[in-house]
């Protein structure tokens, strides 16, 4: 894995890029529209995913929960979190161990919702294990 100085981020048009993409790729509902509805959210997550402390998984849970989160996009918030959060890894050298598997939309939901503490998004990310997301 590369040193700290050595990480590759994403820039924000990539991560529209991404939106975009994960719209065509993924499309779950007719009403789907790749718009940026915040260009600073954008940003913001760029830059915060910069400053993250930590080694690059916890850089890669705030780029998703973040993502998700800060809904900088009118459709495929979590789609695009989890793509560029994957991309993100690979281009550090990472592989993502979370299958890309349908039911693991719940847990971007639970993501979403708080559900999940960060290093219980990290051990996910890093291991592809975490609880099943159930509402109260």
């Known amino acids: 894995m590369n040193d700290k100085k050595d990480i590759i981020y994403l820039t924000s048009q990539e991560i529209i890029e991404f939106n975009i993409l994960a ?25 915060g995913c910069q400053q993250e402390k930590g080694d690059i998984y916890d850089k890669a849970v705030y780029l998703l929960k973040n993502t998700i ?53 990290k051990n996910w990310i890093k291991y592809g294990q975490i609880r099943e997301f159930k509402r109260s």
């Open 69 to 121: 989160k800060k809904h900088a996009f009118a459709s495929g918030n979590r789609r695009t979190a989890f793509i560029i959060t994957k991309h993100f890894l690979l281009l550090n050298e990472i592989v993502l161990n979370i299958k890309d598997e349908p039911e693991y939309a719940k847990i971007m939901t639970g993501i979403r919702e708080n559900y999940y503490a960060d290093n219980e998004i």
């Open 23 to 47: 719209l065509n790729l993924i499309q779950t509902k007719k009403a789907d529209k790749s718009e940026v509805l915040s260009y600073r959210k954008i940003q913001d997550i760029v830059t």
